[in-house]
């Protein structure tokens, strides 16, 4: 066979958990807002060196930016083969991609092919790629979902990491989002992916998954902080099943204590989030629950924005959005230790 062998997408994705390494060879820039599952970042242009050569192209002249631009991409890949690759048998099969499946990975998958190694292109690079996520997320998935619905804090997302310990198919859309799905729910210590990003790790998901067996998933508006669920999915998660989880909202104030860790050691911090709420309560209110933070009262803070903000505004969200919500099946949580979240991981498997 006469390397690089040239793929379609259709081809790399049936075979893609074999390749023995993906190489995005676009700029980390390009490769930050999205890129295949699993791919590594060896760009044989750096964003600087980017403009650079578009810049010469656009002011001097194609070829002058072609030899400035074939230097300075022959020395990257050399030191990627140097401190990288250098180590590979002849076996190993690397999968290199660009945009478009052009000159950058071409000069890449051209090079390592000359070293001898079997390495495959992707025909049609990063954008074939995407048009094949958007294709499969603009579809209604053929699965079987079980919506966890239940107010702010009775342990969804809990109940979710542990279904998928015992062996559940779960879909968290909240973990793909990094974040927790209300407006005090940003994760200071996690970025949230950028749409692209956020639809591919849902795609990856999704793709695996075997419709003979439940989905479980939890019940989420259509966005999660800065990023949009999928139309598609969206729709058939409302027309789901449903599981109506339910905790105590003394149990539920405990909990919350425990996952907003970051608010309690920077009170201030949570005052900024508190104003994103003053259209809906008021300023007076506002300031009154600021300083309830700022005196340490987090327990009673936190049970009067579930009073007051948050069990009023997700129950009429899910009367009005999750049809199936009137028949979801009851599951009552006696306490937040993690035996409890086994015993109803294990109820609901066992249905």
């Known amino acids: 066979m006469k390397y690089p062998e040239i793929l379609s997408i259709d081809q790399v994705l049936a075979q893609l958990d074999s390749f023995d390494a993906i190489i995005d060879a676009r700029s980390p820039g390009e490769f930050a807002l999205d890129h295949l599952p699993g791919a590594i970042n060896a760009p044989v242009l750096d964003d600087e060196q980017r ?11 194609s070829f002058e930016a072609k030899k400035l631009g074939a230097a300075l991409v022959a020395r990257n890949i050399a030191q990627y083969i140097e401190t990288l690759w250098i180590d590979q048998p002849r076996e190993w099969r690397p999968l290199v991609y660009c945009w478009r499946g052009g000159n950058r990975s071409g000069s890449m998958a051209h090079i390592l092919a000359k070293i001898g190694w079997p390495v495959a292109q992707l025909d049609g690079g990063y954008k074939a790629f995407r048009q094949q ?12 979902f079980k919506v966890v619905c239940g107010t702010t804090g009775s342990g969804k997302s809990r109940l979710l990491e542990v279904l998928a310990a015992q062996g ?19 994760l200071p210590s996690q970025p949230q992916p950028s749409q ?12 695996r998954f075997d419709p003979a067996r439940p989905v479980f998933v939890e019940a989420e508006s259509k966005k999660v902080g800065n990023v949009r669920v999928p139309a598609a999915l969206m729709a058939t998660m409302r027309g789901a099943d449903c599981i109506a989880l339910t905790l105590s909202r003394q149990d539920r104030v405990r909990l919350l204590m425990e996952d907003y ?10 005052n900024t989030q508190l104003e994103h ?6 300023k007076e209110k506002i300031a009154h629950w ?16 579930l009073a007051q903000h948050y069990d009023p505004a997700y129950l009429r969200s899910i009367d009005r959005n999750f049809v199936r919500y009137g028949q979801a099946l009851p599951l009552h949580l006696d306490d937040i230790g993690a035996e409890a979240f086994a015993a109803a991981a294990r109820q609901l498997l066992a249905m």
């Open 196 to 207: 692209k990003a956020f639809e591919t790790r849902v795609w990856e998901v999704l793709r």
């Open 290 to 305: 600021q300083a309830m933070s700022q005196a340490g009262r987090m327990p009673e803070l936190v049970d009067e924005l």
């Open 277 to 282: 709420l003053t259209q809906l309560h008021g």
């Open 261 to 270: 860790q970051h608010f309690l050691v920077s009170p201030a911090s949570l």
């Open 168 to 186: 559940a198919q779960v879909l968290d859309l909240e973990l793909l989002a990094a974040h927790r799905g209300s407006v005090l729910g940003h």
């Open 133 to 144: 996520v958007n294709t499969a997320l603009e579809d209604a998935p053929q699965l079987n």
């Open 51 to 61: 403009i650079r050569v578009g810049t010469m192209y656009k002011q001097i002249g």
